[in-house]
DNA sequence: AGCGATTTGTACGTATGTATG
DNA sequence: CCATACATACGTACAAATCGC
């Protein structure tokens, strides 16, 4: 719970005279993701009602409404109906930088995965990252393993440069397991990615790779490669997912993620 | 342009009382994404203004806007300020209907590829496809021999819907043969694709498909399907391709970025 | 360059509907 | 049935971008 103080502490500077030129609407929303970022509302928390936002705020309640249809959009809060306004549980706007889900049954949702970080070590020698990577001088290179609904296993080289990602390249080993992955990346991530490339080959898998996803060295199976770049040329991460032969779809993201808001 | 009457016509159905429980914004919203799917409005052509579709409809302002930005987070209209609202052309997208280019060695530009036309159909049982294209009537499957710089051959199975490609349809099957095929998809969408979606597997490749591909049936290959989008849900195209095992990379195409969103 | 006319964009206040507890 | 709170909808007003004269 806040006082009123800290509402109002909050939402002061909406009152200002606008110096950006962004619509109220836009400047509501930036200043609501900032609270829930900063954990004044955390998780599952009940945000004021529209009502309340209308009284704390400057704004009419078409602004107040717009703002919130916004938070919902981007995914980070959940309005029920008679009850409220919640934050969301789930950061969707984390989802994505995995590359690597794939459809159940229904052909539209995805099917749990839970990772574990296998280790980290400096890459040294060149490979077909090295084309990704010119000029890095300290390129790491991270190995997860994917399980897949308790289906099957999914080897995940996940290759960038230490001076790009610091925290990721030098945090612990177990501090990077399950959704620890993804959100360091979101959160380290500064800059904002253009491109995302695919592609995707059917090889005989080599003999570490198979050990870990659980089929015998030379068999059949899809090798997943992604790499994010940020303007024409400079790669962010890249990875390379080792995929045992399935009959699970492996679903290819049709937009590049989304690194933050858009107008400030 | 069209008369009055057409769009009198058009609009009718929102006069009735509302059966399905939708709320306004809602059912203006598909009426447009139905009028541009039946081509009434084509890629590119202006849409009634606000105050037009006011008078048209019997919905007032904040609902007409609504829907109209429903169709802008869609991809499938822009608007321009002081100029006036239009279907969305997006012939970027449409430059690459082709969804099977295999990298060269030199990791960027693509091997050459040669397709020809094996067979055209009508579609009658059903299938994978069937979810994509749920209530068409005339749905026709087309199939070609894709040769990948005289190294291996892709089966392309092409999959629409009669009413909205229909001179591709109905064109002989020699007219069909290399650039010409995608060059008339592009001709003939008169519709804008908002959304493209990918997904890869891993397959024992069947009798039928095996021959085409030159594998003995049971070999894995690679299948992947791309569908193409209208908005959020109507399916424009369909493909599924049959990749025998490659030392080739198949690329896929990375997203044009978006159009005009209006989240913020 | 200026000036309307057109058209989208934002915003407000109000009213009413509907799901929840 | 009632209070709460979100959801939809209307009408109006003004701001801002664009075009043609």
Redesign the pocket.
């Known amino acids: 719970m806040h006082t009123a103080e800290d509402h109002a502490k909050l939402f002061m500077p909406l009152s200002r005279p606008d110096r950006s030129g962004a619509?109220?609407?836009v400047r509501l929303t930036n200043a609501l993701i900032d609270a829930i970022g900063a954990g004044h509302w955390k998780a599952g928390d009940k945000l004021p009602?529209?009502?309340e936002l209308v009284e704390l705020t400057?704004?009419?309640?078409?602004?107040v409404?717009r703002a919130?249809r916004n938070l919902v959009d981007q995914g980070l809060v959940v309005?029920?109906?008679?009850?409220?306004?919640f934050v969301a549980r789930n950061d969707l706007r984390l989802e994505d930088p995995w590359h690597c889900r794939f459809l159940a049954d229904d052909g539209e949702t995805f099917l749990p995965v839970f990772s574990k970080v296998l280790s980290k070590e400096a890459v040294l020698g060149r490979g077909e990252w090295s084309s990704y990577f010119a000029g890095a001088k300290h390129l790491v290179r991270i190995d997860r393993a994917i399980n897949v609904n308790d289906e099957f296993t999914v080897l995940a080289r996940f290759f960038c440069d230490a001076s790009t990602l610091p925290q990721l390249a030098d945090a612990p080993l177990q501090e990077l397991n399950g959704l620890n992955f993804k959100t360091r990346i979101v959160r380290e991530l500064h800059v904002p990615i253009t491109r995302i490339t695919h592609d995707v080959r059917a090889e005989c898998v080599g003999e570490p790779e198979a050990h870990v996803i659980g089929v015998m060295p030379g068999e059949v199976g899809i090798v997943m490669r992604a790499a994010a770049f940020m303007g024409e040329a400079s790669c962010i991460y890249y990875q390379e997912f080792f995929i045992p032969t399935t009959n699970r779809r492996l679903s290819i993201p049709d937009q590049p993620p989304n690194t933050g808001r858009n107008i400030r």
């Open positions: 619509p109220k609407y009602t529209e009502e400057p704004y009419g309640l078409a602004t409404q919130l309005r029920q109906h008679g009850m409220g306004s």
